[in-house]
């Protein structure tokens, strides 16, 4: 199985900057997909930003521009830059990783969550 931890959340003035982490582990044949949602209190869990396997990247529109993914495939590890943070950024982040289990057999993990809190 595939396991993710997550780092980097926290405290974020407004206007500020966090980066987040996301790093698998475990038995797997490829990472492919790895991206981050986002769950705000009485709130549906959101698309914030996902890279693809061939490196297109995927954003929701309130965070473009401001907002940047990135991977280290050495690593199996996804980054997610959030600069000129807002309140409404504030959320628990989590981890998606959709990883290929055999070349034929795929299947998706989720990280445990990182709370990111956007108040002066």
């Known amino acids: 199985q595939v396991q993710l931890v997550e780092s980097g959340g926290g405290l974020g003035q407004p206007g500020g900057s966090l980066r987040l982490s996301c790093a698998a582990s475990?038995?797997?044949?490829?990472?492919?997909?790895m991206g981050w949602y986002r769950q705000a209190p009485g709130k549906q869990r959101e698309l914030v930003a996902y890279?693809?396997?061939?490196?297109?990247?995927i954003y929701h529109d309130s965070v473009k521009g401001r907002f940047a993914i990135s991977r280290d495939n050495a690593k199996n590890t996804v980054y997610l830059q959030m600069n000129s943070l807002k309140p409404e950024d504030t959320a628990v982040y989590y981890c998606?990783?959709?990883?290929?289990?055999?070349?034929?057999?795929?299947?998706?993990?989720w990280g445990q969550g990182t709370l990111v809190t956007v108040s002066s």
């Open positions: 890279m693809l396997s061939g490196g297109n990247t």
């Open positions: 998606n990783v959709q990883f290929s289990k055999t070349s034929m057999h795929f299947d998706e993990v």
């Open positions: 475990g038995s797997f044949f490829r990472i492919n997909d």
